[in-house]
Each structure stands twice: as structure tokens, then as C-alpha cells.
């Protein structure tokens, strides 16, 4: 599975926006860049995913490199519920079954 | 998406002891995922249970420690087998889901905290 780099930690202040950024300059064409967080207590739960183009729903944005060897998790506005370990992972797209392999992640610290 | 409920939520259990731990789905999935999470540690896959077949187990996991059971398209167990303290973790069912146009994504349980004493 290629691999991804991320910071171990981000601090950010509620209200503020967040960048998450995520390095996998070994991406092939066909992988998918995924994101999850695990919020404290809790299992991970789905963010956001995109092949090329960025990417936007209600909880968050994915912007994607024109190479494809990065991208970035923007939160508009962080708030303290947002404090939680990000994961960027890269699943093989197309086809089912395609194992997640997590890294360390962010942990990313919300101040009021 | 799927809805997964997982029991139990957290047991404390003696070494030398198994535990079964529990994944029911509320829909009807291929593919269901076992992961571990230790300490302060990111998630490791343990096995993959597909129904019908034997789990596959990822590398420093094996079906005597972890025994998997895949009855049904909606459930599975994971047995925790002659539990010791380095067993204590979070132990995670996982499904995958379809994303729609990009493909597949997945949903966790809750977890079950064990700790072993």
C-alpha cells in the first residue's frame, strides 16, 4: 500500500479555518485519498475521499495537488467537537475489498 | 451508510480467559474488518471476514489467538483467545460501504475496551 506523511499534531482556535495537510508522493492512479478522523472514545468515522478534483461536502473540504502527491483537509471553522486524530489514507479505487492502512494521523487541538 | 453496533462497549477480563466480542450490522455487507487499537496507538488491522470463508489474517495475527466467525451477511465475532495484559486494547468492526463515484469507504463500531488484569 503506498504510504502517506502527516504531522503528528496542529493546534488551531475555534471559529478559525484548519488545514490538514497529507504527503503520498507514492500514490498510484487509481488510489483514492480518504480521509477519517477518531474523535476521543470513539471509532473513526468517514470525512471525506477524492481521485483528482477537490472535493466538498458538509463536514469538510479535500483539496488535491494537480501531481496527486498531496493533499489538504480544510475544516471552514473549527469548532471543539473537531478535536480529534485525522487519518489520510489512500484505498485502492474500483473495485471492493481494499484494505485501509492507517498511519499515525494528526491529533488536532481545538482552542476556545 | 451502514450502522454497526458492537458489544460489548468495554470488559475487564483475566489473563488466561477468552472473550467474544461481537459485530452486528444493520445492513447486509461482503467484507467485514477486525482491527486493534492499542494504547495510545493508530489502528492495526488484525483479520478480514468475508461470509462463507475463513478470515484472512494480516501478518502477527493468527486464527488460534483470534478466532473469527462470519455466520451471516450482517454479523461476526472475534474471539480474544488466553487473554494476557498485552491483549488490553480497543479491539473495531469494521464494514465497507459504497461512496458512491468514489467507490468504496468504511464504517467503524464503537469499539470494546478490554483491559486484561
Known amino acids: 500500500d503506498a504510504k502517506t506523511t502527516q504531522p503528528n499534531s496542529m493546534e488551531s482556535n475555534e471559529e478559525e479555518p484548519v488545514h490538514l495537510p497529507c504527503n503520498h508522493s507514492?500514490?498510484?492512479?487509481?488510489?483514492?485519498i480518504h480521509w477519517y478522523r477518531q474523535l476521543p472514545s470513539q471509532g473513526p468515522e468517514y470525512v471525506i475521499h477524492?481521485?483528482?478534483s477537490n472535493v466538498n461536502n458538509r463536514m469538510a473540504s479535500l483539496a488535491i495537488a494537480e501531481d496527486r502527491k498531496s493533499s489538504t483537509l480544510i475544516l471552514h471553522r473549527a469548532t471543539l467537537r473537531d478535536a480529534a486524530v485525522y487519518y489520510c489514507i489512500l484505498r485502492r479505487g474500483g473495485t471492493s475489498y481494499g484494505k485501509l492502512t492507517f498511519g499515525q494521523g494528526t491529533i488536532l487541538t481545538v482552542h476556545p | 451508510s451502514a450502522v454497526i453496533s458492537q458489544k460489548p462497549s468495554r470488559d475487564i477480563c483475566q489473563r488466561g480467559t477468552s472473550l467474544t466480542i461481537q459485530c452486528q450490522v444493520d445492513s447486509q455487507v461482503t467484507m467485514m474488518f477486525w482491527y486493534r487499537q492499542q494504547p495510545g496507538q493508530s489502528l492495526t488491522l488484525i483479520a478480514t471476514?468475508?461470509?462463507?470463508?475463513?478470515?484472512?489474517?494480516e501478518s502477527g495475527f493468527v486464527i488460534d489467538k483470534f478466532p473469527i466467525s462470519r455466520p451471516n451477511l450482517t454479523f461476526s465475532t472475534l474471539t480474544v483467545s488466553n487473554m494476557s495484559p498485552e491483549d488490553s486494547s480497543i479491539y473495531l468492526c469494521?464494514?465497507?460501504?459504497?461512496?458512491?463515484?468514489?467507490?468504496?469507504?468504511?464504517?467503524f463500531g464503537s469499539g470494546t475496551r478490554l483491559t486484561v488484569v
Open positions: 507514492t500514490i498510484s492512479g487509481t488510489d483514492y
Open positions: 477524492g481521485l483528482t
Open positions: 471476514a468475508n461470509q462463507g470463508s475463513e478470515a484472512t489474517y
Open positions: 469494521s464494514v465497507e460501504v459504497f461512496a458512491g463515484p468514489g467507490g468504496y469507504g468504511y464504517t
